[in-house]
Every structure is written in C-alpha cells, then in structure tokens.
C-alpha cells in the first residue's frame, strides 16, 4: 500500500510538472506573439515617422526653391525700379533742357 501511495505521489508530481511546463510554453507562445506583434507595431511607427520625415524634407526644399523665386522675383523688381527711376530723371532732364531751350527761343 505504501508504494501504491507513493506512485499515485509520484504520477501527481508528474502531472503538475506536466501541466507546468504546458503552461510555460504557453506563456512563451504568447511572449513570442506578443513581442512579434509589438515589433511589427514599432517598424509601423518608424516607417511612418520616416515617410513624414521625408515629406517635411520635400516640403522644405520646395520652401527653399519658392523663397530663392521670391528673391529672383524682388531683385528683378528692384532693378526695375531702378531702371524706371533712371527713365523718369533722364524724361525730366530732357523737359528742363526742353523748357530752357523755348525760354531762350522766346527771349
């Protein structure tokens, strides 16, 4: 009776090892799934964090090229300015010399 005892023991003991270890690679499993599925979230967010990153570079280049327009595009109309400055002092050079030319006619 005492070995009998101590068999049914012993298979219990077996069987808690048994249920254990069923649990411990259940709880594995589900690590494993676990890290895979918050990796695969992680490479998500990087691929997105790349993809605004690269827009913003883009956006900024085209802020770049529109500001170096904008520059051309005032440069431009300064010079022009200035031309027209030039136009309008050498138009009332020429009415004073105009106008001094009929006053010493008439005189």
């Not at 219990?12 to 649990?23: G, P």
């Not at 300064?78 to 006053?103: F, K, P, S, Y």
Request: cysteine-free.
């Amino acid at each position: 009776a005492p070995l009998k005892k101590a068999g049914k023991r012993g298979k219990k003991r077996e069987d808690e090892l048994e249920r254990r270890a069923v649990d411990a690679e259940d709880a594995l499993e589900k690590a494993r799934r676990e890290a895979k599925a918050s990796k695969e979230h992680w490479e998500r967010k990087a691929e997105r964090a790349d993809a605004q990153l690269a827009e913003a570079k883009r956006a900024g280049e085209e802020a770049r090229a529109a500001a170096e327009v904008a520059e051309d595009v005032a440069a431009q109309a300064a010079r022009r300015e200035h031309q027209m400055a030039a136009l309008l002092e050498a138009q009332e050079r020429a009415i004073a010399i105009g106008r001094n030319q009929m006053t010493a006619a008439a005189s």
